[in-house]
């Protein structure tokens, strides 16, 4: 079956189908990728399983169609400025083993698409709802896996921004937690140092105080990865964590016979502190305090570049480099503002 592309029309078509057979619009997108199902959508587009059609194998993909709901020009600049700066970050940082490669970015009829890797797995939320609470050994582990990607993304001087469960996806195929939805993230400037000001952006729960007035940093990341695992190792929404008239986290109140070393809790509550200057301020400070002094992050990282498709009224034919080769890797789309609006119902 293919999925039309047309937003006014998302047709299932029969296989081997050159045109939708509702609207006449053509299903192979730039010569290339065939949509197979819709994955998700919101305030800011579309999301769909696609096949590329140019590989033996043809091996799962994921294109995303920039289609924004929201109203006021502003707000459609600001969508837009998002889903070309997403693009941007994956080409940048998608060389990681665990961070979503970026195979191409282009317009067709007037809307921005771009294509990525699929990747097969549970996302941390669906494990915690399907599986229950993480223990101590699993958010150590999961502290190790996801800091080494960390490392990797603020060396490029970028800030995620949007760290949450359900931007973090274990792999099927090696286990590995792979850091997914760079819709939300940020360029460091040098002059700026470890803050970026501007808009604010980010799920709320996760978000750090700084980060909520717009001034992110390198260890806002760090804050909602914290956020994160008190959520895994509780299953209670982070605001539910947090005394507000007592101005301080009450996580442990919550473990339910869930066992926390004092080692951890400590690391714990540093990376969710509060002020910005009591809190963690770089990766490495984490993997000292949970005995990884010495840790070394070793990236073997991909080695090919995304094809650049350029797309006119005519879709040309782009060609698969020899050594391109997909991990098989799935994409989540966050669309919660750090003010807690959900632009998917907008």
Known sequence: MSQCLNPECLNINPDNFQFCQKCGDKLLLVERYWAKSILGQGGFGRTFLAVD??????????????????????TVAKAAELFAQEAERLELLGKHPQIPELY???SVDSRQYLVQEFIQ??????????HGVFNESQ????????????????????????????????????????LVDFGASKIMPKTQRRTVTGTVIGSAEYCAPEQSMGKAKSGSDLYSLGVTCLHLLTQMSPFDLYDVM?????????LNGNFVSDELGKVLDSLVEQKPKQRYQKVEDVLTDLGFGN???????????????????TPKIQKSPKNFVSNNCVYNVSLISARGVNYEKL
């Open 104 to 106: 191409a970015y282009f």
């Open 139 to 178: 958010i150590r582990e999961l502290l190790i896996d996801l800091l080494s990607v960390l490392q990797f993304v603020h060396s490029h001087n970028v800030i995620h921004r949007d760290i949450k469960p359900e931007n973090i996806i274990r792999r099927e195929a090696d286990k590995k937690l792979v």
């Open 246 to 254: 007592e101005m301080e986290w009450v996580w442990r109140n919550y």
């Open 53 to 74: 059609e140019f590989k033996p194998s043809k091996p799962p993909c994921v294109i995303k169609q920039f289609l924004p709901q929201v109203q006021g020009t502003e």
């Open 121 to 130: 797995g549970e996302t941390l939320q669906q494990e915690l709802d399907n």
């Open 295 to 313: 840790y070394s992050v070793s990236v073997t990282q991909k080695n090919q570049k995304p094809p650049k498709i350029s797309v006119s009224t």
